[in-house]
């Protein structure tokens, strides 16, 4: 019976690592992210459970342990529901720091209060946990900032004293984790969360705009490394390998991001920061221009009622409109009319990873439309009309032809192979580069000045005067 009651802790556990490996699985498609973010979560309540069961927490503590979940869900239900999905980037920076301070706090109240109980290789645990989740935990709030328009970059980040500032709180920091295993407790405790702390401030603050992508990705790799640490800590093998799985995946992520921004993370981290130039969400000035085109949406309407494929180019501006509803329903008009419809991806649209899928997955665009930069780049020539949706950096044929553009070598959507471009933007400002955008200047291109959930919905309104998908539909 005693085997028994030992054995079934390690099932439920067992089954929680398979469920969140199919759970992350699952997140890399649009099509099963829904179900797999169930999976993931019904793997993290079997988790607590195997715990509750293996710890048999005394009768006082089940109070604690009921408020705490109770609070937890509450607060985690009000943010899902409320948060806009232009502030779905802060919210994952949020989470990522939520995730290495549960890992700092569980170090911190082993090493406070069973010092005794922990082995060598537990105390090495403890420092890595205590670092980790620390730089995580600050650094996540000074992304969450930055990206909220809390926060700019102050002009001493952009010089070499940030090195020296940095290497400075690394070298306490690591001098406060070697003498952390002989005094688990006390001043070195409070030197190492210190210096910890302030080192995940000073790596975030100087990064620009255009590398968010890349550092949450990042935190939250560093919170999946911060959580098995802390199964080393608790001696929790499903904490080690769920935390395992995360960093991995989180690392990888953020090698894609690089890539798709022909940036190296040495770069993003230690070499300046690429749209420093522009606040966080664009700006930049409107100079600089001679060639530019504008339309009506009448005039864009037109085109895009003769239009056999249309390719839309979504990005944060559309975020920013809360324009995706409408995009759908002009898609859906379309659609109706006879007309090809695709939605071209870039990897860094948006301000954090896969923000547009999750964007347009929220308007109920089909999976299948939904088509990555590779996918759809050879597309363009054969494409009667593409419409850039608040997007700028991505789309800026500079980043192909121009060795001087601080954009040259990024992969980007390659709009300027399409017969005809409208490009919807509220003005002419620079993107996250903080630089000019040679598509605006094509002789194919007409810019459709607005917000975007305006003129989206001015060209609904123009395409059903003119009967455009009426007999379909009906």
Known sequence: ??????????AIDLAAVLLLALGIK?????????????LAALAMGLAVVGLLI????APIAWAGIALGTAAGGLAGLLTARRVPMTAMPEMVALFNGCGGLASLLVAVGVALFQPEASDLVAQVSIAISVVVGAITFSGSIVAMAKLQGWLDTPAWTQSGLRHLVNAALAAVALGAAVLLPGHPGGAVLLVLVAASSLLGVGVTLPIGGADMPVVISLLNSYSGVAAAAAGFVVGSQ???VAGAMVGAAGL???QVMCTAMNRSLVSVLFGGALGTAAKVGGGGSEAGYTHITSCTPEECALALETAERVVFVPGYGLAVAQAQHALRELAKILEANGTEVSYAIHPVAGRMPGHMNVLLAEADVPYEQLQEMDAINPEFPRTDVAIVLGAND?????AKRDPSSPLYGMPVLEVDQARQVFVVKRSLGAGYAGISNALFELPQTAMVFGDAKAVLNGLLSELRELGVGRQSVA
């Not at 699952?26 to 169930?38: C, F, P, T, Y």
């Open 1 to 10: 019976m005693d085997s028994l009651n030992a054995a079934f802790p390690v």
């Open 26 to 38: 699952g997140l890399s498609k649009v099509r099963s992210a829904r179900s797999a973010n169930g």
């Open 54 to 57: 293996q710890l048999r927490p």
């Open 238 to 240: 499903l904490l080690i």
């Open 252 to 254: 990888i992520l953020t």
């Open 394 to 398: 991505v789309v800026n044929p500079d």
